[in-house]
């Protein structure tokens, strides 16, 4: 990574070193400094090999690197970059407009703290700068519409080496934007973690044996909209888990996810965090308010109240309920034999296990309905009792047809308000 000017590498060289040893901040005065005595030699190449008076190939100052507004670029501070006193640098070069602000925000987990500087294109001389822990965020205003250099690099130690993240973006004008996660109208939090898909509250029991499906939103609360794309994170126990893209948000909305599956966990706590604008990409009025961390346990599924499928039993809507049959002709009696079809239905077998008699489907019809309902169609007519317990909750529902009667279907549309 580079720029297109050797000159524009000595002022963040001697404002770099000036912050090195402790010099007072924050006075327009960077450029005064006197240059170290370190390393000049690297920065003689440098202007020699622009100047043309040198075939030595110093491929980490080629000052090439341009920088697009409001494109977030990823880089690498490391040893085939620029060199300062004691630390490695990168160069870009960005069209500035006269009047217009812009906002720079320079990230890195690697580099903190970290020194950023804005510098004028023919001279080098240090515009303004900022320095601190990541995220380090400054802006400026460009006096006149021409090309501008913004160069980075770390105060963590010595030649530290890291990748990092750098936007240049347009400061927002007529207001302020800042995205948060958001709880909408119905929902339990800004990120909702159940057991079943089509629901906004947060499940009270979660076993090893259910499939978990993640809700979450995000908002602007600020007073202007964001044209711009953001990216969101979603995390699961500290590992990335989903990446999301918005392409801009206008106010008075919002942005959602529902019914995202992150599987079935192991038996301990757990936790789910949402991170809005992870790159950095929107300049906020509030960056300490992107995220949302949702905490939550899960019990073994081999204890009570748990469903585990055997030849007997179906575990239907993510093994929440448990489906039984017994049955009785004039000869003989038992327990159907259980075959799963998909996570909501399967059929039960009396006397042939190619010959079916009864298919049940159990489905959670929350999102419109507020209930989970069964159906069951049969092929039969045998005395059939057919048992529904809702393992979550200890409710049974049991459905009877009468020896020598022709199965009459069920559809129960209210069988069970138990909404996770």
């Known amino acids: 990574m580079s720029l297109r000017r050797a000159s524009a590498v000595l002022p963040l060289l001697f404002l770099c070193t000036g912050l090195a040893l402790g010099q007072e901040q924050g006075v327009d005065s960077q450029t005064q400094l006197q240059p170290p005595v370190l390393y000049t030699s690297v920065v003689d190449r440098m202007s020699q090999l622009l100047a043309g008076r040198s075939t030595e190939a110093l491929s980490a100052c080629s000052f090439t690197a341009t920088i697009t507004l409001g494109v977030p670029v990823t880089g690498q501070l490391d040893s085939s970059d620029c060199m300062l006193t004691s630390s490695y640098a990168d160069f870009y070069v960005f069209a500035g407009v006269k009047g217009q602000s812009v906002t720079v925000t320079y990230t890195s987990a690697d580099l903190s703290p970290l020194l950023g500087a804005i510098q004028d294109y023919s001279s080098g001389t240090v515009l303004t700068s900022g320095n601190g822990p990541s995220p380090l965020v400054f802006t400026y205003v460009p006096p006149t519409t021409t090309n501008y250099v913004i160069g980075v690099t770390s105060l963590k130690g010595t030649f530290s080496t890291g990748s990092y993240t750098l936007l240049v973006a347009t400061t927002t004008t007529g207001g302020s934007v800042n995205l948060v996660p958001y709880m909408p109208s119905g929902w339990d939090s800004p990120v909702v973690v159940s057991t079943g898909t089509g629901t906004h509250s947060n499940s009270t029991t979660m076993r090893t044996t259910d499939t978990l499906y993640v809700d979450y939103a995000i908002t602007n609360t600020g007073s202007s909209a964001i044209s711009q794309s953001f990216q969101n994170n979603l995390y699961l126990d500290g590992v990335l888990k989903r990446q999301g893209t918005s392409s801009g948000l206008p106010l008075g909305s919002y942005v959602d996810v529902e019914d995202y599956s992150i599987g079935s966990l192991t038996a301990g706590t757990h936790t789910v965090r949402l991170?809005?604008?992870?790159?950095?990409?929107?300049?906020?009025?509030?960056?300490?308010?992107?995220?949302?961390?949702?905490?939550?346990?899960?019990?073994?599924?081999?204890?009570?109240?748990?469903?585990?499928?055997?030849?007997?039993?179906?575990?239907?809507?993510?093994?929440?309920?448990?489906?039984?049959?017994?049955?009785?002709?004039?000869?003989?009696?038992?327990?159907?034999?259980?075959?799963?079809?998909?996570?909501?239905?399967?059929?039960?077998?009396?006397?042939?296990?190619?010959?079916?008699?009864?298919?049940?489907?159990?489905?959670?019809?929350?999102?419109?309905?507020?209930?989970?309902?069964v159906f069951v169609a049969g092929l039969t007519n045998v005395r059939v009792v057919i048992t529904v317990t809702d393992t979550a909750t200890g409710v049974v529902k049991v459905y009877t047809n009468l020896q020598g009667v022709a199965f009459l279907p069920v559809q129960d549309t209210s069988a069970f308000a138990t909404c996770p």
Do not use: M, Q
Request: net charge negative; charged share 15%.
């Open 275 to 373: 991170l809005a604008d992870a790159t950095n990409a929107v300049p906020e009025s509030n960056e300490g308010d992107n995220d949302y961390v949702k905490t939550f346990t899960v019990t073994s599924g081999t204890g009570p109240g748990s469903c585990t499928p055997t030849t007997t039993n179906l575990c239907l809507s993510a093994g929440r309920f448990k489906v039984e049959v017994t049955w009785e002709s004039t000869t003989a009696s038992g327990a159907g034999t259980a075959v799963g079809l998909t996570a909501d239905s399967g059929y039960f077998t009396f006397f042939d296990p190619g010959n079916i008699e009864l298919v049940v489907k159990v489905l959670n019809a929350c999102s419109f309905s507020s209930h989970i309902w």
